[in-house]
Protein backbone atom coordinates (compact mmCIF):
# COMPACT_ATOMS: atom_id res chain seq x y z
CA UNK A 1 0.00 0.00 0.00
CA UNK A 2 2.63 2.26 1.09
CA UNK A 3 4.90 1.69 -2.46
CA UNK A 4 1.20 1.87 -4.45
CA UNK A 5 0.23 5.26 -2.77
CA UNK A 6 4.06 6.81 -3.30
CA UNK A 7 3.90 5.48 -7.42
CA UNK A 8 0.46 7.49 -7.53
CA UNK A 9 -1.47 4.07 -8.15
CA UNK A 10 -4.28 3.99 -5.86
CA UNK A 11 -6.48 0.96 -4.79
CA UNK A 12 -9.67 -0.02 -2.55
CA UNK A 13 -7.64 -0.74 0.91
CA UNK A 14 -9.83 -3.88 1.91
CA UNK A 15 -9.98 -5.47 -1.27
CA UNK A 16 -6.05 -4.88 -1.69
CA UNK A 17 -5.33 -6.48 1.81
CA UNK A 18 -7.62 -9.61 1.01
CA UNK A 19 -5.56 -10.11 -2.44
CA UNK A 20 -2.50 -9.67 -0.46
CA UNK A 21 -3.66 -12.66 1.58
CA UNK A 22 -5.10 -14.54 -1.16
CA UNK A 23 -1.72 -14.37 -3.29
CA UNK A 24 0.08 -16.47 -0.51
CA UNK A 25 -1.72 -19.61 -2.58
CA UNK A 26 1.66 -18.68 -4.72
CA UNK A 27 3.55 -20.18 -2.46
CA UNK A 28 2.10 -23.83 -3.82
CA UNK A 29 2.71 -22.54 -7.93
CA UNK A 30 6.33 -23.01 -10.04
CA UNK A 31 8.58 -19.81 -9.33
CA UNK A 32 5.34 -17.90 -6.74
CA UNK A 33 3.83 -16.74 -10.20
CA UNK A 34 0.23 -15.95 -8.49
CA UNK A 35 2.06 -13.33 -6.33
CA UNK A 36 0.50 -11.27 -8.86
CA UNK A 37 -2.84 -11.72 -7.26
CA UNK A 38 -1.56 -8.62 -5.30
CA UNK A 39 -2.08 -6.11 -8.14
CA UNK A 40 -5.52 -7.69 -8.84
CA UNK A 41 -7.58 -5.21 -7.96
CA UNK A 42 -6.44 -2.37 -9.28
CA UNK A 43 -8.22 -1.43 -12.67
CA UNK A 44 -5.45 0.75 -14.38
CA UNK A 45 -1.83 1.58 -14.42
CA UNK A 46 -1.25 -2.14 -14.26
CA UNK A 47 2.30 -2.22 -15.47
CA UNK A 48 3.63 0.38 -12.83
CA UNK A 49 1.73 -1.44 -10.89
CA UNK A 50 3.10 -4.85 -11.67
CA UNK A 51 7.13 -2.66 -10.93
CA UNK A 52 6.23 -1.40 -7.70
CA UNK A 53 5.00 -4.85 -6.70
CA UNK A 54 8.24 -6.76 -8.03
CA UNK A 55 10.09 -3.93 -5.85
CA UNK A 56 8.09 -5.07 -3.17
CA UNK A 57 8.98 -8.49 -3.49
CA UNK A 58 12.65 -7.45 -3.97
CA UNK A 59 12.59 -6.28 -0.07
CA UNK A 60 11.50 -9.31 0.75
CA UNK A 61 14.44 -11.04 -0.89
CA UNK A 62 16.88 -8.85 0.60
CA UNK A 63 15.32 -8.95 3.91
CA UNK A 64 15.73 -12.94 3.62
CA UNK A 65 19.53 -12.43 2.70
CA UNK A 66 20.48 -10.16 5.02
CA UNK A 67 18.86 -12.00 8.19
CA UNK A 68 20.50 -15.29 6.93
CA UNK A 69 23.50 -13.86 6.97
CA UNK A 70 23.47 -10.79 9.75
CA UNK A 71 20.46 -11.49 12.36
CA UNK A 72 21.18 -9.34 15.13
CA UNK A 73 19.42 -7.59 17.71
CA UNK A 74 20.92 -4.14 16.55
CA UNK A 75 20.16 -5.22 12.87
CA UNK A 76 16.65 -5.28 14.41
CA UNK A 77 16.14 -2.44 16.21
CA UNK A 78 17.55 -0.17 13.29
CA UNK A 79 15.16 -1.20 11.13
CA UNK A 80 12.32 -0.52 14.29
CA UNK A 81 13.45 2.66 14.20
CA UNK A 82 13.71 3.17 10.31
CA UNK A 83 10.26 1.88 10.08
CA UNK A 84 8.61 4.21 12.33
CA UNK A 85 10.77 6.90 10.84
CA UNK A 86 9.15 5.70 7.66
CA UNK A 87 5.70 5.50 8.56
CA UNK A 88 5.73 9.26 9.97
CA UNK A 89 7.81 10.53 6.43
CA UNK A 90 5.26 9.10 4.51
CA UNK A 91 2.28 10.85 5.81
CA UNK A 92 3.42 13.62 4.82
CA UNK A 93 3.74 13.02 1.37
CA UNK A 94 0.60 13.73 -0.54
CA UNK A 95 -1.08 11.70 -3.04
CA UNK A 96 -2.61 12.11 -6.74
CA UNK A 97 -4.34 9.45 -7.95
CA UNK A 98 -3.33 9.97 -11.52
CA UNK A 99 0.33 11.58 -11.01
CA UNK A 100 2.52 11.03 -14.10
CA UNK A 101 6.12 11.01 -12.64
CA UNK A 102 6.75 9.36 -8.85
CA UNK A 103 8.87 11.65 -6.99
CA UNK A 104 12.32 10.48 -6.26
CA UNK A 105 12.11 11.04 -2.48
CA UNK A 106 8.73 9.58 -2.03
CA UNK A 107 9.30 6.20 -3.56
CA UNK A 108 13.16 5.83 -1.64
CA UNK A 109 11.62 6.31 1.62
CA UNK A 110 8.67 3.90 0.57
CA UNK A 111 11.49 1.52 -0.62
CA UNK A 112 13.28 2.09 2.59
CA UNK A 113 10.48 1.77 4.40
CA UNK A 114 8.95 -1.73 3.02
CA UNK A 115 12.74 -3.08 3.75
CA UNK A 116 12.53 -2.22 7.62
CA UNK A 117 8.95 -3.78 7.17
CA UNK A 118 10.02 -6.54 5.64
CA UNK A 119 13.14 -7.29 7.75
CA UNK A 120 10.83 -6.64 10.97
CA UNK A 121 7.85 -9.15 9.89
CA UNK A 122 10.69 -12.05 8.91
CA UNK A 123 12.16 -11.24 12.41
CA UNK A 124 8.84 -12.00 14.13
CA UNK A 125 8.26 -15.08 12.20
CA UNK A 126 11.37 -16.24 13.08
CA UNK A 127 10.81 -16.02 16.64
CA UNK A 128 8.31 -18.89 16.18
CA UNK A 129 11.52 -21.24 15.67
CA UNK A 130 12.88 -20.05 18.84
CA UNK A 131 9.94 -20.51 21.10
CA UNK A 132 9.39 -24.04 19.76
CA UNK A 133 12.53 -25.13 20.41
CA UNK A 134 12.59 -23.34 24.08
CA UNK A 135 9.13 -25.73 24.36
CA UNK A 136 11.82 -28.61 23.15
CA UNK A 137 13.46 -27.64 26.41
CA UNK A 138 16.75 -26.35 23.38
CA UNK A 139 18.07 -22.94 24.29
CA UNK A 140 19.17 -21.18 21.22
CA UNK A 141 19.75 -17.41 20.88
CA UNK A 142 16.88 -15.72 19.34
CA UNK A 143 19.17 -14.12 16.60
CA UNK A 144 20.64 -17.84 15.72
CA UNK A 145 17.14 -19.16 15.65
CA UNK A 146 16.30 -16.09 13.20
CA UNK A 147 19.12 -16.75 11.35
CA UNK A 148 18.03 -20.14 11.02
CA UNK A 149 14.84 -19.71 9.42
CA UNK A 150 15.68 -17.34 7.19
CA UNK A 151 18.61 -19.24 5.80
CA UNK A 152 16.04 -22.14 5.01
CA UNK A 153 13.57 -20.03 3.10
CA UNK A 154 16.23 -18.36 1.17
CA UNK A 155 17.56 -21.81 0.66
CA UNK A 156 13.91 -23.16 -0.52
CA UNK A 157 13.44 -20.39 -2.86
CA UNK A 158 17.05 -20.31 -4.19
CA UNK A 159 16.81 -23.71 -5.54
CA UNK A 160 14.11 -22.71 -7.67
CA UNK A 161 12.30 -26.74 -7.11
CA UNK A 162 8.52 -27.04 -7.25
CA UNK A 163 7.13 -27.23 -4.56
CA UNK A 164 10.61 -24.64 -3.30
CA UNK A 165 8.74 -24.89 0.34
CA UNK A 166 9.35 -28.67 0.91
CA UNK A 167 13.03 -27.37 0.76
CA UNK A 168 12.78 -25.15 3.51
CA UNK A 169 11.31 -27.74 5.79
CA UNK A 170 14.67 -30.03 4.72
CA UNK A 171 17.10 -26.73 5.24
CA UNK A 172 15.68 -25.99 8.19
CA UNK A 173 16.29 -29.70 10.01
CA UNK A 174 19.63 -29.92 8.51
CA UNK A 175 20.84 -26.36 9.95
CA UNK A 176 19.00 -27.01 13.50
CA UNK A 177 21.12 -30.43 13.48
CA UNK A 178 24.25 -29.24 12.36
CA UNK A 179 23.49 -26.68 15.50
CA UNK A 180 23.87 -29.56 18.06
CA UNK A 181 19.53 -29.95 18.12
CA UNK A 182 18.93 -33.84 18.33
CA UNK A 183 17.26 -35.03 14.84
CA UNK A 184 14.20 -35.90 16.87
CA UNK A 185 13.75 -32.49 18.47
CA UNK A 186 14.32 -30.42 14.88
CA UNK A 187 11.98 -32.78 12.58
CA UNK A 188 9.10 -32.07 15.38
CA UNK A 189 10.52 -28.54 15.99
CA UNK A 190 10.41 -27.85 12.26
CA UNK A 191 6.85 -29.47 11.60
CA UNK A 192 5.18 -27.24 14.09
CA UNK A 193 6.81 -24.32 12.80
CA UNK A 194 5.52 -24.82 9.28
CA UNK A 195 1.88 -25.63 11.07
CA UNK A 196 1.97 -22.49 12.15
CA UNK A 197 3.65 -20.18 9.73
CA UNK A 198 3.30 -21.76 6.22
CA UNK A 199 0.51 -23.86 6.47
CA UNK A 200 -1.41 -21.25 8.71
CA UNK A 201 -0.58 -18.71 5.97
CA UNK A 202 -1.86 -21.09 3.24
CA UNK A 203 -5.32 -21.48 4.96
CA UNK A 204 -5.57 -17.44 4.87
CA UNK A 205 -5.03 -17.30 1.63
CA UNK A 206 -7.83 -19.94 0.67
CA UNK A 207 -10.14 -18.23 3.02
CA UNK A 208 -9.22 -14.72 1.49
CA UNK A 209 -9.72 -15.94 -1.87
CA UNK A 210 -13.54 -16.96 -0.75
CA UNK A 211 -14.17 -13.00 0.82
CA UNK A 212 -12.59 -11.97 -2.28
CA UNK A 213 -14.61 -13.23 -4.73
CA UNK A 214 -17.74 -12.63 -2.24
CA UNK A 215 -17.26 -8.65 -2.12
CA UNK A 216 -16.22 -8.66 -5.94
CA UNK A 217 -19.75 -10.11 -6.37
CA UNK A 218 -21.37 -7.61 -3.82
CA UNK A 219 -19.81 -5.02 -5.79
CA UNK A 220 -20.57 -6.41 -9.30
CA UNK A 221 -24.24 -5.95 -8.28
CA UNK A 222 -24.11 -2.21 -7.13
CA UNK A 223 -22.34 0.56 -9.51
CA UNK A 224 -20.93 2.83 -6.72
CA UNK A 225 -19.13 2.07 -3.34
CA UNK A 226 -22.05 4.32 -1.33
CA UNK A 227 -24.62 2.45 -2.96
CA UNK A 228 -22.75 -0.96 -1.67
CA UNK A 229 -22.50 0.05 2.33
CA UNK A 230 -25.48 2.11 2.56
CA UNK A 231 -27.32 -0.20 4.67
CA UNK A 232 -24.48 -0.01 6.97
CA UNK A 233 -23.47 3.48 6.86
CA UNK A 234 -24.53 5.09 10.21
CA UNK A 235 -22.94 2.03 12.05
CA UNK A 236 -19.27 3.16 10.61
CA UNK A 237 -19.21 5.74 12.98
CA UNK A 238 -20.03 5.54 16.99
CA UNK A 239 -23.04 7.39 17.78
CA UNK A 240 -21.47 9.71 20.18
CA UNK A 241 -19.09 10.80 17.41
CA UNK A 242 -21.33 11.16 14.70
CA UNK A 243 -23.80 13.52 16.57
CA UNK A 244 -20.69 15.37 18.05
CA UNK A 245 -19.72 15.98 14.40
CA UNK A 246 -22.99 16.77 13.16
CA UNK A 247 -23.19 19.56 16.33
CA UNK A 248 -19.89 21.14 15.22
CA UNK A 249 -20.10 21.40 11.82
CA UNK A 250 -23.91 22.80 11.89
CA UNK A 251 -22.51 25.31 13.87
CA UNK A 252 -19.83 26.09 11.43
CA UNK A 253 -22.49 26.43 8.56
CA UNK A 254 -25.05 28.81 10.75
CA UNK A 255 -21.71 31.39 12.00
CA UNK A 256 -21.11 31.61 7.99
CA UNK A 257 -24.46 31.48 6.74
CA UNK A 258 -26.84 34.26 8.54
CA UNK A 259 -30.22 33.27 7.19
CA UNK A 260 -31.00 37.05 6.80
CA UNK A 261 -28.68 37.05 3.94
CA UNK A 262 -28.12 33.29 3.03
CA UNK A 263 -31.23 31.05 2.85
CA UNK A 264 -31.51 28.85 -0.07
CA UNK A 265 -28.52 26.01 -0.63
CA UNK A 266 -28.02 22.62 -1.16
CA UNK A 267 -26.72 20.10 0.62
CA UNK A 268 -23.94 18.63 -2.06
CA UNK A 269 -23.83 15.04 -0.95
CA UNK A 270 -26.28 14.96 1.87
CA UNK A 271 -25.53 11.07 2.30
CA UNK A 272 -28.34 10.38 4.48
CA UNK A 273 -29.88 13.45 5.32
CA UNK A 274 -28.64 14.29 8.58
CA UNK A 275 -27.21 17.69 8.21
CA UNK A 276 -30.25 18.46 6.01
CA UNK A 277 -32.34 18.02 8.73
CA UNK A 278 -30.65 20.07 10.88
CA UNK A 279 -30.23 23.08 7.91
CA UNK A 280 -34.22 22.71 7.91
CA UNK A 281 -35.12 22.66 11.60
CA UNK A 282 -33.48 25.97 11.60
CA UNK A 283 -35.56 27.72 8.91
CA UNK A 284 -33.04 27.30 5.86
CA UNK A 285 -34.31 26.08 2.55
CA UNK A 286 -32.21 23.39 1.51
CA UNK A 287 -32.12 20.55 -1.11
CA UNK A 288 -29.95 17.74 -1.05
CA UNK A 289 -28.47 15.99 -3.75
CA UNK A 290 -26.33 12.65 -3.18
CA UNK A 291 -24.50 10.28 -6.00
CA UNK A 292 -25.82 7.05 -4.47
CA UNK A 293 -29.26 6.22 -5.62
CA UNK A 294 -29.02 3.97 -1.99
CA UNK A 295 -28.14 6.87 -0.10
CA UNK A 296 -30.85 9.18 -1.40
CA UNK A 297 -33.47 6.21 -0.66
CA UNK A 298 -31.87 6.05 2.89
CA UNK A 299 -32.23 9.85 3.15
CA UNK A 300 -35.53 10.25 1.84
CA UNK A 301 -36.81 7.46 4.34
CA UNK A 302 -34.98 9.63 7.37
CA UNK A 303 -36.68 13.21 6.41
CA UNK A 304 -40.15 11.56 6.16
CA UNK A 305 -42.30 14.69 4.81
CA UNK A 306 -39.51 16.27 3.76
CA UNK A 307 -37.62 13.08 1.45
CA UNK A 308 -39.24 15.31 -1.82
CA UNK A 309 -36.17 17.62 -1.17
CA UNK A 310 -33.63 15.12 -1.97
CA UNK A 311 -33.15 13.93 -5.35
CA UNK A 312 -30.04 11.83 -7.33
CA UNK A 313 -27.39 13.95 -8.82
CA UNK A 314 -23.34 14.71 -8.71
CA UNK A 315 -21.46 17.93 -7.13
CA UNK A 316 -19.89 17.76 -10.46
CA UNK A 317 -22.37 18.07 -12.39
CA UNK A 318 -25.25 19.86 -10.26
CA UNK A 319 -29.03 19.89 -11.52
CA UNK A 320 -29.21 23.77 -10.43
CA UNK A 321 -29.76 26.64 -12.51
CA UNK A 322 -27.23 29.29 -12.60
CA UNK A 323 -26.78 31.89 -10.10
CA UNK A 324 -29.92 29.73 -8.22
CA UNK A 325 -28.40 29.33 -4.61
CA UNK A 326 -26.99 31.63 -1.67
CA UNK A 327 -24.97 28.41 -0.40
CA UNK A 328 -23.74 25.49 -0.67
CA UNK A 329 -22.19 22.78 1.80
CA UNK A 330 -20.53 19.62 1.45
CA UNK A 331 -19.31 17.37 4.26
CA UNK A 332 -16.58 15.26 3.51
CA UNK A 333 -17.49 14.88 -0.27
CA UNK A 334 -14.65 16.05 -1.92
CA UNK A 335 -12.42 13.79 -1.38
CA UNK A 336 -14.71 11.30 -2.67
CA UNK A 337 -14.20 12.61 -6.36
CA UNK A 338 -11.63 10.43 -8.28
CA UNK A 339 -8.87 13.09 -8.73
CA UNK A 340 -7.98 16.81 -9.07
CA UNK A 341 -9.39 17.50 -12.34
CA UNK A 342 -12.93 16.20 -10.67
CA UNK A 343 -12.56 17.79 -7.63
CA UNK A 344 -11.65 21.40 -9.78
CA UNK A 345 -14.90 20.57 -11.77
CA UNK A 346 -17.26 20.43 -8.53
CA UNK A 347 -16.11 24.06 -7.52
CA UNK A 348 -16.74 25.20 -11.02
CA UNK A 349 -20.25 23.91 -10.83
CA UNK A 350 -20.35 25.22 -7.32
CA UNK A 351 -19.82 27.91 -8.56
CA UNK A 352 -21.92 28.27 -11.74
CA UNK A 353 -24.95 27.75 -9.19
CA UNK A 354 -24.54 30.52 -6.63
CA UNK A 355 -25.36 34.37 -6.82
CA UNK A 356 -22.33 36.61 -6.86
CA UNK A 357 -21.64 37.09 -2.68
CA UNK A 358 -23.14 33.04 -2.15
CA UNK A 359 -21.18 30.82 -0.34
CA UNK A 360 -19.44 27.46 -0.33
CA UNK A 361 -18.73 25.66 2.66
CA UNK A 362 -16.19 23.23 2.42
CA UNK A 363 -16.20 20.48 4.90
CA UNK A 364 -13.43 17.83 4.82
CA UNK A 365 -10.81 15.88 7.05
CA UNK A 366 -7.90 18.30 7.76
CA UNK A 367 -4.41 15.72 6.47
CA UNK A 368 -2.29 18.65 7.71
CA UNK A 369 -1.90 16.33 10.80
CA UNK A 370 0.80 13.35 9.67
CA UNK A 371 -0.23 10.67 12.10
CA UNK A 372 -4.14 11.76 11.74
CA UNK A 373 -3.67 11.36 7.41
CA UNK A 374 -1.27 8.34 8.15
CA UNK A 375 -4.83 6.87 9.93
CA UNK A 376 -6.95 7.96 7.49
CA UNK A 377 -4.74 6.69 4.71
CA UNK A 378 -3.87 2.83 5.75
CA UNK A 379 -5.95 2.00 8.58
CA UNK A 380 -9.59 3.85 8.75
CA UNK A 381 -10.18 2.26 4.90
CA UNK A 382 -9.44 -0.95 6.52
CA UNK A 383 -11.39 -1.18 9.51
CA UNK A 384 -14.50 1.05 7.96
CA UNK A 385 -16.61 1.26 4.99
CA UNK A 386 -17.07 4.69 4.45
CA UNK A 387 -13.04 5.06 2.68
CA UNK A 388 -12.40 2.38 0.64
CA UNK A 389 -8.29 3.86 0.22
CA UNK A 390 -8.50 5.66 -2.78
CA UNK A 391 -9.39 9.17 -1.65
CA UNK A 392 -7.13 12.08 -2.82
CA UNK A 393 -7.22 14.65 0.63
CA UNK A 394 -7.68 18.44 -0.35
CA UNK A 395 -5.23 19.71 1.84
CA UNK A 396 -5.91 23.46 0.67
CA UNK A 397 -7.90 25.60 -1.76
CA UNK A 398 -5.30 27.36 -3.30
CA UNK A 399 -3.96 26.95 -7.02
CA UNK A 400 -6.81 25.91 -9.96
CA UNK A 401 -9.41 25.63 -6.77
CA UNK A 402 -8.96 29.29 -5.88
CA UNK A 403 -10.44 31.00 -9.07
CA UNK A 404 -13.38 33.26 -8.88
CA UNK A 405 -13.16 32.13 -5.21
CA UNK A 406 -12.76 34.42 -2.13
CA UNK A 407 -11.25 32.96 0.75
CA UNK A 408 -13.35 34.18 3.73
CA UNK A 409 -12.20 32.03 6.60
CA UNK A 410 -10.89 28.70 7.46
CA UNK A 411 -12.16 26.75 10.36
CA UNK A 412 -9.80 24.08 12.45
CA UNK A 413 -12.38 21.93 14.32
CA UNK A 414 -12.48 18.71 16.55
CA UNK A 415 -8.99 16.76 17.70
CA UNK A 416 -10.27 13.58 19.10
CA UNK A 417 -10.04 10.38 16.84
CA UNK A 418 -13.25 8.32 16.13
CA UNK A 419 -12.00 5.23 18.23
CA UNK A 420 -12.34 7.27 21.59
CA UNK A 421 -14.86 5.78 24.06
CA UNK A 422 -17.87 7.95 25.16
CA UNK A 423 -17.05 8.34 28.38
CA UNK A 424 -13.49 9.68 27.70
CA UNK A 425 -14.50 11.77 24.59
CA UNK A 426 -17.25 14.10 27.21
CA UNK A 427 -14.33 14.61 29.17
CA UNK A 428 -12.01 15.52 26.85
CA UNK A 429 -14.06 18.32 24.80
CA UNK A 430 -12.63 21.01 27.03
CA UNK A 431 -9.39 19.93 25.86
CA UNK A 432 -10.30 20.01 22.42
CA UNK A 433 -11.98 23.51 22.73
CA UNK A 434 -8.50 24.62 23.82
CA UNK A 435 -6.28 22.80 21.17
CA UNK A 436 -9.12 24.82 18.41
CA UNK A 437 -8.29 28.23 20.17
CA UNK A 438 -4.48 27.65 19.74
CA UNK A 439 -2.94 29.83 16.49
CA UNK A 440 -0.03 27.04 16.66
CA UNK A 441 -2.40 23.38 17.25
CA UNK A 442 -5.23 24.55 15.56
CA UNK A 443 -3.88 23.75 11.87
CA UNK A 444 -3.31 20.19 13.14
CA UNK A 445 -6.89 19.49 13.95
CA UNK A 446 -8.83 16.66 12.55
CA UNK A 447 -11.18 18.21 10.16
CA UNK A 448 -11.10 21.60 8.50
CA UNK A 449 -13.83 23.88 6.85
CA UNK A 450 -13.11 26.61 4.02
CA UNK A 451 -15.40 29.37 3.83
CA UNK A 452 -15.65 30.50 0.51
CA UNK A 453 -17.57 33.48 -1.36
CA UNK A 454 -18.30 33.63 -5.17
CA UNK A 455 -16.48 36.60 -5.94
CA UNK A 456 -18.37 39.37 -8.03
CA UNK A 457 -16.42 39.57 -11.57
CA UNK A 458 -14.25 43.02 -10.68
CA UNK A 459 -13.10 40.93 -7.45
CA UNK A 460 -11.65 38.14 -8.84
CA UNK A 461 -7.55 38.73 -9.41
CA UNK A 462 -5.56 35.98 -10.54
CA UNK A 463 -4.57 33.72 -7.34
CA UNK A 464 -6.75 35.50 -4.89
Not at 204 to 222: F, I, K
Request: proline fraction near 4%.
Amino acid sequence: MFLLRAGHVLAPSRKLFLAFLASFVGNLTPFYVLYVLRIAPLRERFMRALALLLADLATDAVAIGVLAYAASYSLVGGAAVVFVAGAFALALFPTKSRARRIGVLPLATSLLFAQSFAILIWSVTGLSLWGTLRLFGVEVALPEAVRIYAASHAQGAASLAWPGFLMVGRGMISMLVQLGVSAEVAVYSTALVRAFTYWLVIAGALWALVRLRQQVRRESAEANHFDVIADEYKSNVPEHIRLRLLSRKIELNQDHLPRQEYVRGIDAGCGQGWYLKEMLSRGYHVEGIDFSENQVKQARKYLGSDGNLVRQGSIAALPFEDGSQDFVYAVNVIHHLPDEHRQQQAFKEVQRVLRPGGRFLVHEMNVNNPLFRFYMSYIFPLIKDIDDGTEVWLKETSGPFSEGWKLVKTEYRTFLPDFVPEFAYRRLWGVERCLERSRHAAPFSAHVTFVLEKAAPADVSPGQ
